[in-house]
Every structure is written in structure tokens, then in C-alpha cells.
């Protein structure tokens, strides 16, 4: 990706604004971000995010607005679906969702009533809040049946999940995780969903740029919906995309707008088509190689140290720790890691004891290092920086001399470069 001079990226005129603007800047400048769903997002689209399409109003879809002077904003939008078609080869998209939590929401709203059955991997095994939460919209409206990852290999059990949709017979099947860290096998999940007559989803947000990189296989043209975000291994603004046939493309569209938003977030939309175009380049099939080689260097390493590994290792861009035989909790882990500037997340593991709010385990991430221009020797450093935290977390003097060394490490692979 480079480094950027960006100027700009903490400048204002409100001056309280522009100083914890500055402090964050600083802090991501300091820190080694290794949480999965976190990425840098080019000079460009952070450019982009700031322009002046933040002005318009544009509730509709382009050439069918309940506005005036849309003309350009419809060009962006058209634009933006475009660059996304030839990207993930399909044939309609809506580039509107302001998150994948919406994007999701937006398939429910289109082909579901209240009290249709879901069929989603459950959260403690590595699915989303959004597929069926008790306190999310999806477990309040819908019945949701889960199923689990196999106890022993911690990896999908396809013939359990083919059974469970036999019985429970769902509407939707969800085909899609936050902390999985292994290959989803979108044409099995076909197969299920045909053979019970429900309609497949495939929530890619996590893996949607090892997918367009041809890392990982594609739920396009296999899954009946797909829906992804923006600003995690694609590495583009906040925000989210729905792919799908484009016999669904009336369902789809209603379901947005009207259906769970108003307006528009332009500026967004035009950044999107920005981190489109960059995801096109093969230096961004490149990134999402070097993303999976971190992934499986930094995972072996810390492998090698003695932590156990859940399903064994990596496909992707994540693997989870499983701290249970450490005696300490993710929590713990969090709190330690922090102190020393490196940051991940608590994560439960398959079949975890613990609640979500202290978890088992920690999930450890490459898409954010990687764009640093970081590779397989600075995760063997990053592995020996985390195991030596974990092992002396309570020696405040080892821990200060760790906090250096993450520091320097940081310093060396600058992203952007000025405030």
C-alpha cells in the first residue's frame, strides 16, 4: 500500500476535535493493530470520505430519486455498481448498506416474514451477532436454529448441518462467520439448502478481499445472496454491499431503501468505488496472498510456543487462541497485550465455558500488519512479542521493555507517515 503524507488526516479547526483526532492517529501509528475486522484504508478513500457528496440527499436508486440535483451522485452510485460487478463477476449489486449488519438485515426483510426459521453458525463457534442474536434484530424476529462446529476437529460439520436443516426446515440458511478460521465450502452449503428448499446466504464480510484475490472460494453465483463489507480485508471506508442475481434485484433494492434506511451515505458510496478499483490491481491479489501467509506464519509460530490453536490452524486471514491450559482468560490476555501496544480481541471459542464479556480465547488477525508492508519475519517477531506478554504479564519490567519493542517494530513500517 505505501506510505502516505497525509496532512490532512487530523487537521480541523475545532481544536478539541482535532486533538483526540490526533491522539488516535498517534495511537494506530504506535500500536500493532491485530484484530481481524480492523484494516489501514488508502490515503484515497479516507480523501474521498471527506468530499463534498457528504452534502446530498439522494434517497432512491440512480435516475429514480426523490431528490433534485442528483445527476452526479447518480454517476458515482453507477459507477461504484460497476466497479463491484466486475469485481466479484456478478451480475447486480447494491453498494447502499451503511454496514453488514444491514446488509444481512436487508436479505431478511426481502424473503423473510416474522417467524420464518434461520438456520446460522452459532456465535460461540464463530457466526455474527446479526445471524440471530437473541438481543439483534434476527433473534427477535425470526427462529433461529444454529449449528455447531464438530467437538474434535473444531471445523463445519456438513453432514450435521445437512441434518439439522432436515429437521428444523428452514427458509434461510446462513453460510458465513466472524471468527472461523477455515474455508467455508459454499457449493456443500448449496447442496444442503437445495435439498431442504431454502434460500442460501453468505455473509462474507470477513473474507470478501481473500475472496476477489482468489484466496478463497466464492459464494457468487453459488450462494442466492451475498452480502460483505467494505472496510475489513477490502480494505475501503466503513460500510457494506449485497451480490446477487439480479431477478432478486427488485426484492433487494425495496428492502434497502424504503425497507431499513433513507438516504444515502454518498461520500461513502463514492469511496467504495475507490476501494473497488484498488481491490482490481494485482498488487491487491498480492496483498491477500501475503494476508494468508502472516496469517499461517503468525499462527504456526505461536503454535510452536505452546498455545493451543483452535481447528489446528489457519486458511484466512485469523486463528483463535484457546487459553483455557494457560490459566488465564481472554480478558486477561486483552488487558496485557494492550499495555504492551498490541491489539487484538477476547473471542469465545467452539464450546466455550466462559461468558462472551471474559471468553476462552483471543482471535489474532493479519489484514491491518499486512498493509503495514509487514511479512513472515515480522510475524515471527510479533509471535515471540505476544507469548513473551502472555508468559510474563505480571512483571511490570518486562512488560516495558516488550512495549519498546513493539514500538520500534511499529515505527518501521509506518503507514501514514505525518499528522
Not at 449485497?242 to 431477478?247: F, G, L, N, R, Y
Not at 433494492?253 to 433513507?262: E, H, W
Not at 467504495?272 to 494476508?291: L, N, P, Q, T, W
Not at 503454535?303 to 486463528?319: A, C, M, Y
Request: hydrophobic share 35%; charged share 25%.
Amino acid at each position: 500500500m505505501g506510505k502516505h503524507d497525509n496532512h490532512t488526516l487530523s487537521k480541523t479547526t475545532d481544536t478539541e476535535v482535532g486533538e483526540i483526532i490526533e491522539r488516535e492517529l498517534k495511537r494506530q501509528k504506535s500500536q500493532l493493530i491485530l484484530i481481524a475486522s480492523e484494516n489501514f484504508t488508502s490515503q484515497e478513500v479516507i480523501k474521498t470520505m471527506g468530499s463534498v457528496l457528504t452534502n446530498k440527499y439522494a434517497e432512491g436508486y440512480p435516475g429514480f430519486r426523490y431528490y433534485a440535483g442528483c445527476k452526479y451522485v447518480d454517476e458515482i452510485e453507477e459507477l461504484a455498481i460497476n466497479r463491484a460487478n466486475k469485481l466479484f463477476n456478478s451480475n447486480y449489486c447494491n453498494v447502499q448498506p451503511h454496514s453488514g449488519v444491514q446488509a444481512n438485515t436487508a436479505i431478511f426483510l426481502a424473503v423473510l416474514n416474522c417467524g420464518d426459521k434461520i438456520l446460522s453458525m452459532n456465535l460461540r463457534d464463530g457466526g455474527h451477532l446479526s445471524h440471530g442474536h437473541k438481543q439483534n434484530l434476527s433473534g427477535k424476529y425470526y427462529e433461529i436454529h444454529t449449528y455447531s462446529v464438530d467437538p474434535e476437529t473444531e471445523l463445519i460439520d456438513y453432514e450435521n448441518v445437512r441434518k439439522l436443516a432436515k429437521i428444523t426446515k428452514p427458509k434461510l440458511i446462513i453460510a458465513g462467520a466472524s471468527s472461523y478460521p477455515r474455508i467455508i465450502d459454499f457449493k456443500k452449503f448449496r447442496e444442503i439448502a437445495d435439498e431442504v428448499g431454502a434460500y442460501l446466504m453468505a455473509d462474507t464480510a470477513h473474507i470478501a478481499g481473500l475472496i476477489v484475490s482468489g484466496l478463497h472460494p466464492t459464494s457468487v453465483g453459488i450462494a442466492d445472496f451475498t452480502t460483505a463489507t467494505t472496510h475489513k480485508t477490502l480494505r475501503g471506508p466503513r460500510g457494506a454491499l449485497i451480490v446477487a442475481d439480479k431477478k432478486y434485484s427488485g426484492l433487494i433494492d425495496k428492502s434497502v431503501f424504503p425497507g431499513i434506511q433513507g438516504g444515502p451515505f454518498m461520500h461513502i458510496i463514492a469511496a467504495k468505488a475507490v476501494c473497488f478499483k484498488e481491490a482490481m490491481k494485482d498488487s491487491f491479489k498480492e496483498y491477500g496472498r501475503r494476508i494468508v501467509e502472516n496469517s499461517k506464519a503468525l499462527c504456526s509460530y505461536l503454535k510452536d510456543e505452546g498455545f493451543r490453536i483452535v481447528s489446528g490452524g489457519t486458511d484466512n486471514h485469523l486463528f483463535l487462541i484457546d487459553l483455557t491450559n494457560k490459566n488465564m482468560t481472554g480478558f486477561d490476555a486483552v488487558g496485557a497485550l494492550t499495555s504492551v501496544g498490541i491489539i487484538i480481541n477476547k473471542n469465545v471459542i467452539p464450546y466455550d465455558k466462559l461468558a462472551p464479556t471474559i471468553t476462552s480465547g483471543i482471535r489474532i488477525g493479519t489484514p491491518a500488519v499486512t498493509t503495514q508492508g509487514m511479512g513472515i519475519d515480522e510475524m515471527h517477531k510479533i509471535g515471540e512479542l505476544i507469548s513473551l506478554t502472555l508468559k510474563n504479564r505480571k512483571n511490570k519490567t518486562k512488560l516495558k521493555e516488550i512495549s519498546k519493542k513493539v514500538k520500534k517494530l511499529v515505527k518501521d513500517f509506518p503507514v501514514y507517515t505525518k499528522c
